[in-house]
């Protein structure tokens, strides 16, 4: 079974611009969150949704939004990019958000240089 | 509240060595804790994870120590390898429906042949 798929792989945008990241979950995970690694850091939650509704938000500026499609992929969307942007975006899945579903599963991540 | 910090920030180690990577927390809501493993170029993956009813959980070479009086707790890598050279995450939930997990900083782990 394929894991976590998340694309680009690769990309860099200049100041101002905007940004569309997706994410498609293992299969049958009805759960996306996304988070951002920045260099040297541990990752930062930004969202969490479950079948289609957000379910948790981080501590991050509007500029930041997301959604989850009827097929559970997902997008991470981020409009007037700052060099601070510049980060590792990943997305994980997981089964549920129940005590015992909630192992989180990481894509291999899709980093953003922001010029 | 909800940081959970991390150290050392880097550990070299030899072969056969056990590196023990330490976290500390002060949120007493959390009740799940996972530690992650992360090479270069990728996303991080479960290692091994431990809730605050278990004082000790071992899988493989693997284990994780928790004290919650101190609200601490720490991974234990015996027999090291260098293929165990990686970055390690220790981090932390508090239960209901976000999958939000609150991460260390990272402990950059070398394993010496």
């Known amino acids: 079974d394929a894991g976590v798929t998340q694309s680009p792989t690769h990309l860099i945008k200049t100041r101002g611009q905007h940004v569309t990241l997706r994410c498609s979950p293992i299969?049958?995970?009805?759960?996306v969150s996304w988070y951002q690694q920045v260099l040297g850091q541990g990752p930062q939650f930004i969202f969490q949704?479950?079948?289609?509704?957000?379910?948790g938000r981080g501590n991050f500026p509007d500029r930041f939004s997301a959604r989850q499609f009827p097929n559970y992929s997902s997008e991470l969307n981020v409009n007037a990019l700052l060099l601070g942007d510049s980060a590792l975006y990943l997305c994980?899945?997981?089964?549920?958000?129940?005590?015992?579903?909630?192992?989180?599963?990481f894509g291999e991540g899709s980093r953003l240089t922001v010029l | 509240q909800q940081q959970v910090k991390q150290s050392p920030q880097s550990l070299i180690v030899q072969k056969g060595g056990i590196p023990i990577i330490n976290c500390a927390y002060e949120?007493?809501?959390?009740?799940?804790f996972p530690w992650y493993q992360q090479f270069p170029g990728k996303g991080p993956a479960l290692l091994i994870a431990?809730?605050?009813?278990?004082s000790e959980k071992k899988e493989g070479r693997f284990t994780i120590s928790f004290n919650k009086s101190a609200k601490q707790f720490s991974l234990h890598i015996m027999d090291s390898q260098p293929g165990d050279s990686a970055t390690y995450f220790c981090?932390?939930?508090?239960?209901?429906?976000?999958?939000?997990?609150?991460f260390g900083s990272g402990t950059q782990l070398t394993v010496l042949p």
């Open positions: 949704y479950y079948e289609k509704e957000e379910r």
């Open positions: 994980a899945s997981s089964l549920g958000t129940g005590r015992t579903t909630g192992e989180l599963f």
């Open positions: 299969s049958g995970h009805k759960s």
């Open positions: 949120n007493t809501a959390f009740d799940y």
């Open positions: 431990i809730r605050p009813d278990v």
């Open positions: 981090a932390a939930r508090v239960s209901g429906s976000a999958r939000q997990l609150t």
